[in-house]
């Protein structure tokens, strides 16, 4: 459509597959490297094949696009009439995505705003969908990109992880870092805080952490219009009844998906997350 907003963001997003074609969403794939096979998420690797790889203890990163991969993706929305881009994506804190984003935006002949929604998951896509929302009203590029930053700055994550040995072989755990130490004799609790993985708590069985988690998930919507996204790998059945519960105690819930990460995130975390987005509108 000449004269539209094209909106991209990244694979860590994890959206619906129904809600990518429905708003004509760009999704731009981070890789995973195993061994020395590099795969693009979501296109080569599944987040089966990465929980299997981790249990197997073979190398697993990860890595951004290139510049030149999202100039590609610029282009195409260019040519295809695109009147400006809004480009939203993981943590700056946690990946070098945006940067790379960034870079690309200076090589196209349109306007394109970049957003670090500092956040990852559907705790991103939130921030998609609402961008994508307010391009499908007629907003411009400026108001669309403040959309997606007003959606983050009110969203939080929660997780629940069976071991923080995959985030410390990333690097990707922050002040987290301290917990390791006890990490056998507590199930830890994290949340995403400036963009950042931060302990929340310590419990010390699974099945304390859970209710933790579901606990917390249900004093942050309150009586609030929110969007609910329940995330986990190789867990789900964990995810499904938690998310029946969220259900049931959320009085202002308006939409819930619950949808295993991608093999980024999954590297990461390993198998056996439980996470849990809280996004109101």
């Not at 694979?11 to 760009?26: F, K, M, N, W």
């Not at 197997?56 to 990163?61: C, F, G, P, Q, S």
């Not at 997606?148 to 072989?169: C, K, N, Q």
């Amino acid at each position: 459509m000449p004269g539209h907003l094209a909106l991209v963001t990244d694979s860590t997003a994890y959206l619906p597959q129904d809600a990518v074609d429905r708003h004509g969403i760009e999704v731009v794939p981070l890789s995973v490297v195993v061994g020395d096979e590099v795969l693009a998420e979501g296109v080569e690797i599944s987040p089966k094949d990465v929980a299997e790889a981790l249990r197997a203890k073979h190398r697993v990163t990860t890595s951004r696009p290139g510049p030149e991969t999202f100039a590609a993706a610029y282009r195409a929305a260019a040519e295809a009439g695109a009147r400006g881009i809004v480009s939203v994506h993981i943590s700056a804190e946690l990946s070098g995505t945006v940067e790379a984003a960034q870079l690309a935006a200076a090589e196209v002949g349109i306007p394109v705003e970049v957003v670090d929604s500092r956040l990852v998951g559907m705790a991103l896509g939130h921030s998609v969908l609402a961008a994508a929302t307010a391009a499908a009203a007629g907003q411009g590029i400026e108001q669309v990109a403040a959309e997606a930053r007003r959606r983050s700055e009110l969203t939080r994550g929660y997780f629940y992880v069976d071991t923080l040995e995959y985030l410390r072989r990333g690097g990707r755990i922050g002040a987290a870092r301290a917990l390791v130490g006890s990490a056998l004799a507590v199930k830890p609790l994290l949340h995403l805080s400036g963009g950042r993985i931060e302990p929340l708590e310590k419990v010390r069985t699974a099945s304390r952490a859970i209710a933790r988690l579901e606990e917390i998930a249900v004093a942050e919507a309150a009586d609030r219009e929110v969007d609910i996204a329940v995330h986990h790998l190789a867990a789900e059945d964990r995810a499904e009844p938690l998310a029946e519960r969220l259900r049931e105690r959320v009085p202002g819930l308006r939409e819930l998906y619950v949808g295993e990460v991608g093999a980024v995130i999954g590297a990461h975390v390993g198998p056996g997350l439980l996470a849990v987005v809280v996004s109101p509108r």
